[in-house]
């Protein structure tokens, strides 16, 4: 696969054909590590976006971040190639957005510069390339933003030999499969 578009057309198909139990299993995996990590147990605020269509489940994730007494806000496409998070308080706050996928739909927007952010991805490499959905959301978000703590998760099946990388690609700081930690 020399391509991100042959990447992520592999990928999807990967993730069609993984069960629903599969994703809720490993996402269980994930979240545990995730919940492990000094940059979670430290951090006062989490930015994590609202899983949809088979990614890794991050309800966990936000749900101990609210019980440990930290913000937590998710993302929103607010503008043709910008994005921005808000603060949520309940899953309740979140509707169909962009693309189907769940978002804020009001609220306070969320300014912190040394957030725990969790990344999502359609596939990454052991360098910690990331493909992604292939707006650029999130690498611009982050090259506007540098100082988050960002750790990506993702399914094993979701880990490809190389993604092929950009001068705009910014790469997780780690990423957190339900086998192994990349650092």
């Avoid at 990590?37 to 949809?52: G, R, S, T």
Wanted: hydrophobic content about 35%; charged content about 30%; aromatic content about 12%.
């Amino acid at each position: 696969m020399d391509s991100k578009k042959e990447i992520r057309k592999y990928i999807f198909g990967r993730r069609k054909e993984t069960s629903v139990e599969e994703v809720e299993e490993n996402s269980r995996v994930i979240c545990e590590k995730i919940l492990a990590l000094p940059e979670f147990q430290q951090a006062d605020c989490v930015y994590a976006y609202a899983d949809y269509n088979k990614e890794v489940i991050t309800k966990g994730i936000i749900e101990a971040a609210w019980k440990a007494g930290k913000r937590v806000a998710v993302p929103k496409v607010t503008g043709a190639h910008e994005m921005k998070y808000y603060y949520i308080t309940s899953f309740d706050q979140l509707s169909p957005g962009y693309f189907q996928i769940p978002e804020p739909s009001e609220g306070e927007e969320a300014l912190e510069e040394t957030a725990f952010l969790v990344v999502p991805g359609v596939a990454f490499d052991i360098n910690r390339h990331r493909a992604g959905y292939g707006q650029g959301f999130y690498d611009r978000y982050l090259s506007q933003h540098p100082k988050h703590k960002t750790v990506a998760v993702a399914f094993e099946f979701q880990i490809v030999e190389e993604v092929p990388a950009e001068v705009t690609d910014i790469f997780p700081q780690k990423v957190v499969t339900e086998a192994r930690v990349i650092e």
